[in-house]
């Protein structure tokens, strides 16, 4: 892997940096305060965390409307839809490959940002862990409305241990993800690509057709 | 909730008036005064201008004027113009010491067969108990209650503070200066004319006169009434701080026909929680009648309290907070005497700490209340009750609980000592205190089996003749002593793992009832996470080095 077969590709759209750095700074600030209230250290004090933890989770709540908008309206969901197709070399990469210099097996393309690991860890983040702890917390916010939304049957003893087992399963997340983000060419190449938007990768590699995001135009007939 | 009230606007500014946030959040609160909470401005206008309805000067009155030698006889001058005056007042608890809501032959109440923890029961021991009954002579059961000229106006009503009812005195003031041996102090007979001219509305001197001094003393009883209130700053209590509100307490406590707002045992002190803008003459004794249900600023999360938590909970943090409170008497310790003479130990605060006569004392200030579920009832065991003396035996309880939509977290003084009972028919013992030796009194003779067949043979209950010490408890509803709202509670009293409310189970509480199951799985997966990357990250770097080689 020199530098001198690589090129510069435009990975990441404004709003996605966005969309990813502002999710950063709410998770990190709901999962200090989050465990504050849960009794583990003090810092904000419990008024405070309370109401920041409030504050934040319903911006992300708001904010992951916005994402979901821009995710069918610009077709990027296709990014996430699952497979098992290269499914075993990527994990034979991260546990072999990747100790002996070998190339990824999935390089990263505009129409082919996710391995299909990524694929399934960010499928289950978006679709099933983040909307489960949206939901849990924004019942627990609106605790003392459940009887007027007809939800006075809920127990608050398991929403609220739903949404402590999510915080755990986001922190763990976090770090796999803050570990493997310095897998790339260098320890940082990752890291400069959500922020600039830019990402280094090897030239010529040959994307496949299902891997990406566009759908195939239909073959004129010979 | 009003808390998405700022959230809302916050998020629209950003967002150019965002599309998702559900829309009942628009239909919520406007903030009227950003700078005060509501319940604070409606409280205000609800005691602004105090006004003065008084028509008449009782000095004027030639019937004051004439020559008084005894109470009832000033009593008589009064109903002369207040005729319905005594009718009126003997219908009231301050009169018949009963609980006018339980049948009179249960005799439930103090002036029954009650119980508490203090100096037990007053069968027997009628005259001293009674010298803070708003009445003349009740010196045994065989009193008047009838008698209108027997009740006592001037203990209620009088201004000049000189009127002082002689302790043992049945009710009665003295006729020569007398002193109390108890006290030291020296009792004077009233200037009658003086002290029957100056009659007014009952300020915080009358009724503290009996209820800062329940029990026989300064702040024995309550632990959130005593001498402090008479002149309390703001600092003590908020409503009657003569630096503030200065509230006598008749301005919560309203009265219709000398019938006075307030608990009376079993029966709450409201049976609905209504503010003034519901019912414009709902007596004002809650702190929803002037504040509202919801009287913190919108948004602030305390407003989501207010329907299982008492605003008592958090406002009033610990109680006695300038004058020590009884918080211990050990009844079993009496009895002991120095040189063959009974004898009394003073504590750091100068109350007593011991008392040959009646045992052991331990007093406390700035306590931290015990918290429970309280619908503002109240129950207590009379003395036909039976009781278990296996573990101690609570002598009064607040009637509640966490699925009762009327009862709330409430603060309580819990009074805790040793007093007698009949080992044998396993019932609370009316004890003959109150005598001179050789009548069975326990304060003459020193012996408790004669005070005990002596006091219940008067009640006219059974006594076996075997009797010992069960540790009692006995509890106040603490409710005055408001402190300013920068004293209010944090949240962390409450919501950490050993908070006040650590006792209160059976209900989740964040930052206290957190699953202990998912925090081992959550941070063994959080930790297998750590250590997962780097053994990977270090597999990584050596990996690396060895290919660099």
Redo the contacts between chains.
Sequence with gaps: MTSNNMVNIYLYTRYERFWHWMQTALILLLLVTGFE???LF?LF???AA??IH??AG??W??LF??FVFWLFTTGEWRQYVPTTRKMLSVIRY?TYG????EPHPVPKRKDAKHNPLQRLVYLSLAAALLPVQMATGFLY?????WKDWGLGWL???VV??IH??G???I??FL??HI??I??GHTVFAHTRAMISGWELVQEGTKIEDWEQKKRKAPQPVA | MEGCNRIWRWAAAVFFGALVLPSWCLAQTQVLDENQAPGRTMAQQATKGPQIWITADHSLHPVLQKTFTSGPEVTEACLSCHELAAGQFQKTIHWSWLDPNVDSKMKVGKGGLTMNNFCINLQSNEPRCTSCHAGYGWKDKNFDFSNPHAVDCLVCHEQTGTYKKFPTGAGFTVDQPTVFKGNGKTYKPPEWNAVAQSVSRPTRKNCGTCHFFGGGGDGVKHGDLDSSLMKPNKELDVHMGVDGQNFDCVRCHTTEVHSIAGRIYSTPAAMERKSLIEDDLAPKIMCESCHSRTPHKPGVKANDHTDKVACQSCHIPTFARVNPTKMWWDWSKAGQKKDGKPYQEKDEFGKPKYDSKKGEFRWAKNVAPEYFWFNGSLKGLTAKDTIDPGKTVAVSWPVGGKDDANSRIFPFKVHRGKTPYDKINKTMVIPHLFGKPGTGAYWGDFDWKKSAASGMAYAGLPFSGEMDFVETSYVFPITHMVAPKNKALKCSECHAKNGRLANLTGFYMPGRDASKVIQYIGWAVVFGSLAGVFIHGLGRYIARGRKER
């Design positions: 209230l849960n009794g003090t004090g419990f008024k309370a109401e409030n504050f319903l911006t709540l708001i409307a916005f991260y990747i100790f002996r210099g916010w609106g605790y003392n409305s127990s608050l003893e609220a241990a402590l087992a915080a755990f399963a922190l763990s770090i796999v570990y493997m310095t897998t």
